[in-house]
Structures are given as structure tokens and as C-alpha cells.
């Protein structure tokens, strides 16, 4: 991939199979932040190789779509945060906390309750998993250490500041491991960056930069408005981007597509290469090649091309299988016509 122009990528989540999990209970939740095993199909001593099988499929899929940077696809998680911020130390499982998600809604999250530590890494297997199976680029995703911090309830810290740095080094170390087993770039899932931009602003940035700390391998930090299938009214600025001036990540995942993003915020980030979200997730109806090449038209007046990476706005947990591959697929065909 080394040189090529318009390299194509995909965020984090890929279509989880019908037959793997319930997709009218995940239609009508938010994504859990506490344990939500109910939505799986499969009775707990197959759910193990359930997941192994559907994982191969979706990075077949990846492949045969024409991705250069595959994941996993995120086939294991019940969301995309969950999985992760369930399995530390400090975290009251039996005794959930409440919380406002970004569209007012309360929800269970994590209770803190005690210093949060990592008790052992939690993805290393879902790493040497794809490592194991597929000779193209990986990347794999952990949740960012801010958006952790407004998904939990605090009754241990003296501020939430303090929390998320905790969480940063949590996250800290995952990262390493994951490099360590293979995985060429991790990619931190931030969407509260910008769903909660004035407390990003008082201590995100320096989460972040904690979390990445001595990280000699490859980076990325997403930064969306929301699933486009939960959240439909977007606007077409970011309130939190020039911040990430400050972080010392490879690559900033952005959206574009759903919310017709001004693209001259671009020039706030004159270093970083980008993941343009290119692919509409508000939509089951697939995005055409000659709308994909507009897109990417429309944001290279304010960024160097080869910055660019294509990808989708956001995670494709919530499409249809047949929906994602084929978004994938034209994403990947209007990358070929771009170069």
C-alpha cells in the first residue's frame, strides 16, 4: 500500500451475520455500554466459534470488496465501547451507574467504583485472529479514554478529568499489546470528542496524548456525530477538530458523507493523513461510485491527496451485510477512478 493514492479502509465494525445476533434488538438500543448478551443467537458454549466463522466472512468480505486496511469487523462486540470498558478493574458490574447519552437519553454505563486498571489485555486475541488471517493491512480499535469517561458514572475520582486520564492508561497499554501481536494500526474510537466539545476541550486532548504516550506504531483517532442510522440530523461543522492539532496520532478518521461537512476545515489539520468518511450511514440505499468521487472531490481543495483515506463515515454495524459490501465495494471502485 506504500505510495498508492486513495487508500481504502473501513472504520472499526463491519455487518454482523442475522444469523449471529438479533438485528431488531440492536435496531432499537443505542450501543450498550454495559454488557447486553442478549443479543446474541447463539447459546454460550457455540458463541466462541460462532463469532470465529462470521470474523472470517467479514474479512473476506473486506477483501473482496477491495479494502487495502481491514479489521476485524468488530463481529465479537455487542458495541463498539462495551467490551473494553467492562473488563477493567475498578468497574462495579453487578451495580450499573446511569448516564446521558449525546441525544439525551439515560442510559446504564459503568459504575467507577475503585482505581481502574487494566486487568489483562482484552483484544489480543481478536488481533492475533486477524493477523492469522488475512495479508493485507490490519487495524483494530479501542475505545478513547474521553468518550469512556462520559460513558461511565464516577463515584471514585475527584473530576471526570482525572478518570479519563486513568482510562488513558488503560488504553495505553492495549495499544502496545495490539502493536506487539501484529497489528499494524489502532485506531481509538473518540465520539464524544465532539459530542461533548466543551469538556473535550478542558481535558481530551491531554487523555489522548497520555493514551498514545511512548506509542511507537501506527494510530488513528475517529471522530464522528453518531451511528448516521441513530443520529439523522447532523450539522456540517465539527466543533472539536483543530484541537486534534495537538494529538500525536498517524491519522484522524472524520465524517463527510451524511452530514455534507464544510471540508475547509480540513486546513485545521495541516499534518495528519485523514480517513474521509466518503459512504452515507443514514441511509440503507447505497452510495454510487460518481457520489463517492464527489465527495472526495469536495474535500481536496483543503488537503493534500496523498493525506487521503477512504473510508466510511462511521461503523457499518447497523447495515445489512449486503448493504455494507456493496458501499464498500463502490467506495473502492471510485478510489480506482480517482488515482
Known amino acids: ?186 485506531m481509538i474510537d473518540e465520539p464524544y470528542l465532539e459530542a461533548r466539545s466543551e469538556a473535550a476541550r478542558e481535558f481530551g486532548v491531554a487523555a489522548l496524548q497520555r493514551a498514545l504516550k511512548g506509542v511507537t506504531g501506527k494510530t488513528a483517532v475517529h471522530i464522528c456525530f453518531g451511528y448516521g442510522q441513530k443520529v439523522q440530523n447532523k450539522p456540517n461543522q465539527y466543533h472539536f477538530m483543530a484541537e486534534m492539532r495537538d494529538v500525536p496520532c498517524d491519522r484522524i478518521s472524520i465524517e463527510t458523507a451524511q452530514s455534507k461537512l464544510d471540508c475547509s476545515i480540513l486546513r485545521a489539520l495541516p499534518d495528519h493523513n485523514i480517513m474521509l468518511g466518503v459512504i452515507n450511514l443514514g441511509t440503507s440505499e447505497v452510495d454510487t461510485v460518481e457520489e463517492i468521487v464527489a465527495r472526495v472531490e469536495r474535500a481536496l481543495p483543503y488537503i493534500d491527496r496523498e493525506r487521503v483515506i477512504l473510508a466510511p463515515d462511521c461503523g457499518l454495524k447497523y447495515q445489512t451485510r449486503a448493504n455494507a459490501f456493496q458501499k464498500l465495494k463502490n467506495m473502492c471502485t471510485a478510489a480506482a477512478r480517482l488515482r
Open 1 to 186: 500500500m506504500a505510495g498508492k493514492l486513495f487508500p481504502c479502509s473501513i472504520v472499526g465494525s463491519y455487518a454482523q451475520p442475522d444469523w449471529l445476533v438479533y438485528k431488531e434488538r440492536l435496531a432499537k438500543r443505542l450501543p450498550p455500554r454495559v454488557r447486553a448478551a442478549d443479543i446474541w443467537r447463539i447459546a454460550p458454549e457455540f458463541l466462541k466459534s460462532a463469532q470465529d466463522d462470521a470474523t472470517r466472512l467479514a474479512i473476506k468480505d473486506m477483501e473482496d470488496a477491495g479494502l487495502d486496511i481491514i479489521t476485524d469487523g468488530e463481529i465479537r462486540r455487542e458495541s463498539y465501547s462495551n467490551r473494553f470498558a467492562t473488563a477493567l478493574e475498578g468497574i462495579d458490574l453487578d451495580n450499573p451507574g446511569k448516564a446521558m447519552d449525546r441525544t439525551g437519553a439515560m442510559h446504564e454505563v459503568p459504575r467507577v467504583v475503585g482505581p481502574i486498571r487494566r486487568k489483562h489485555p482484552v483484544e489480543i486475541e481478536d488481533a492475533r485472529f486477524l493477523v492469522a488471517n488475512t495479508t493485507r493491512t490490519t487495524m483494530l480499535s479501542v475505545p478513547g479514554p474521553f468518550t469512556m469517561s462520559q460513558q461511565a458514572q464516577n463515584d471514585y475520582y475527584p473530576s471526570d478529568g482525572d478518570m479519563a486520564l486513568a482510562y488513558a492508561d488503560a488504553v495505553n497499554a492495549e495499544i502496545r499489546d495490539l502493536h506487539a501481536a501484529g497489528i499494524e494500526i489502532v
